[in-house]
């Protein structure tokens, strides 16, 4: 399994940023994909996660009605909309793959990206 981030950058507090991941190698389509971020000194933070299945999403809390998390299946690939981005959702951003249900745990995904750098200027 592979996946590879893209879509982070510099962005001002208030603005929008939209995160890819590409995944391939999958051999079913059990599978969830999840977002997560760090930021310098703090740990790793489950952000939203998508079950290729069901389609069923679950957010933490404060990215609720802000963040949004789509997949094109056709493409194997996971989006991650951000809007009205404050400082405090800076970070690496990772997505990340589970071979099972959707979760915002880390220690539950066995397939990870390179991640990709959020920026946001106050």
């Known amino acids: 399994v592979q996946l590879v981030e893209s879509g982070g950058g510099l962005v001002q507090a208030g603005g929008s940023l939209r995160l890819s991941c590409a995944a391939s190698?999958?051999?079913?389509?059990?599978?969830?994909i999840a977002w997560f971020r760090q930021a310098p000194g703090k740990d790793l933070e489950g952000v939203s996660c998508?079950?290729?299945?069901?389609?069923?999403?679950y957010y933490e809390d404060s990215v609720k009605g802000r963040f949004t998390i789509s997949a094109d299946n056709a493409k194997n690939t996971v989006y991650l909309q951000m809007t009205d981005l404050k400082p405090e959702d800076a970070g690496v951003y990772y997505c990340?793959?589970?071979?099972?249900?959707?979760?915002?745990?880390?220690?539950?995904?066995?397939?990870w990206g390179q991640g990709t750098q959020v920026t946001v200027s106050s």
């Open positions: 190698g999958f051999t079913s389509d059990d599978y969830a």
């Open positions: 990340a793959a589970n071979l099972g249900p959707c979760s915002l745990s880390h220690w539950t995904y066995q397939y």
């Open positions: 998508i079950g290729r299945n069901d389609g069923k999403t």
